[in-house]
């Protein structure tokens, strides 16, 4: 347990947010106890004490494959190239949230200013999408808990939708200088329902009927994490 605070005091980690000593009492017979002391570990803490212990114990020997191997199944993760689907899901998602930015200053420009209007602005456009459904409800749908976002929940078709009701709102607040909250609503929605339109026509599946992906914060984690691996190959 030594080698193994000092390893993670040495590494500039704090110990004592991964080691923690406790006492307990056991029986020891005929209603005796005895005080032991017990130690308590993160995960991180773990792994320093099973790579510092004794390899020749069976306990430790297990232990120590089983860290050897989550190390490499989190190598082989970053090894492994996105699929298309996944790289879809990144790009689009970073041209949404790029593209709500700038939806949001035209919304604003045309008088939605509180946040509580531009919920409304937002549902607007919602609703006409996915044909009447509320953010709440599309929430709801898609069996989201309360703190996941919609938007990271969504394919790449569902995404590209959503982006082309975003650019097209904006353009058309521009261009036409919609003024006033409900009328910058209404712009919202009707751009919403022509995109739904246009789906329905070209024989597409509804946005509302897409299957729900798990959130790509794993996939911008990992792209992170593939990136920062990269970088350290450079600098070494």
Request: aromatic share 6%.
């Amino acid at each position: 347990m030594r080698k193994a605070w000092t390893a993670c005091y040495k590494s500039g980690q704090d110990p004592n947010h991964h080691f923690v000593k406790i006492t307990e009492k056991i029986q020891i017979g005929k209603g005796a106890e005895r005080e032991v002391d017990t130690w308590l570990m993160s995960r991180y803490g773990c792994y320093l004490a099973v790579q510092n212990a004794d390899p020749s114990k069976t306990i430790v020997a297990q232990a120590q494959t089983y860290f050897a191997i989550q190390i490499r199944r989190a190598e082989k993760l970053l090894e492994t190239p996105f699929t298309e689907e996944e790289e879809k899901r990144l790009l689009l998602r970073g041209e949404m949230k790029k593209h709500n930015s700038r939806l949001a200053s035209a919304a604003k420009d045309a008088g939605v200013i509180a946040n509580k209007d531009y919920g409304v602005f937002q549902n607007a456009g919602y609703k006409g999408l996915y044909g009447g459904l509320e953010q709440d409800e599309i929430h709801k749908r898609k069996g989201l808990k309360e703190d996941q976002r919609i938007l990271d929940h969504m394919g790449s078709t569902e995404l590209a939708a959503n982006l082309f009701r975003a650019t097209q709102t904006e353009d058309k607040l521009r261009r036409d200088n919609v003024q006033g909250k409900s009328n910058a609503n209404r712009t919202h929605y009707e751009v919403g329902k022509k995109v739904r339109e246009t789906i329905k026509e070209l024989g597409g599946t509804m946005p509302e009927d897409l299957p729900t992906p798990e959130s790509i914060k794993r996939l911008e984690s990992k792209k992170k994490r593939i990136e920062s691996k990269k970088d350290s190959s450079k600098n070494s």
